[in-house]
């Protein structure tokens, strides 16, 4: 179930404020707060999907691509689309994710460290 008044729900009615970095129909992309690398940027789909599971499932093929679409264009506005970065997303209690909007985290600016570290 969908929690409208997630921390990022908040954000796409900009009742809080975030630091764009690109919006288009489908996406909203913004700094993280607590940033974990370089460069650390949340793109999130701005129809309300709690996770990739209900992503995956109910949203329309438009939504899909332009989610898909998004993120290539953040990586070229962020300029690492050469140097390389990575894409993650946390989903559900194993996965650790902590806000219950889905979003992929794009982490770059530089080397970065092992995939996953328990
Ligand atoms: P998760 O663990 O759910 O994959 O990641 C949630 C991310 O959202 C975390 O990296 C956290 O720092 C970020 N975050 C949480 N609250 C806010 C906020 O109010 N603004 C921004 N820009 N990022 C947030």
Redesign the pocket.
């Given at each position: 179930m969908y929690d409208k008044d997630n921390?990022f729900a908040k954000?796409l009615r900009a009742e809080?404020p975030?630091?764009k970095v690109y919006e288009d129909k489908f996406v909203l992309a913004?700094?993280?707060?607590?940033p974990?690398a370089k460069i650390h940027v949340?793109v999130i789909p701005k129809g309300a999907y709690v996770d990739l599971n209900d992503f995956s499932k109910n949203a329309k093929n438009e939504e899909i691509e332009g989610l898909i679409r998004g993120l290539g264009k953040v990586a070229k506005i962020l300029n690492i689309e050469e140097a390389g970065y990575r894409y993650l997303g946390?989903n559900g209690k194993d996965g650790?994710?902590?806000?219950p909007h889905l979003?992929f985290?794009i982490f770059g600016g530089e080397k970065l460290g092992k995939m996953i570290s328990k």
């Open positions: 921390i954000i809080i975030c630091k913004f700094h993280d707060i607590n974990q949340l946390n650790g994710q902590e806000v979003h985290h």
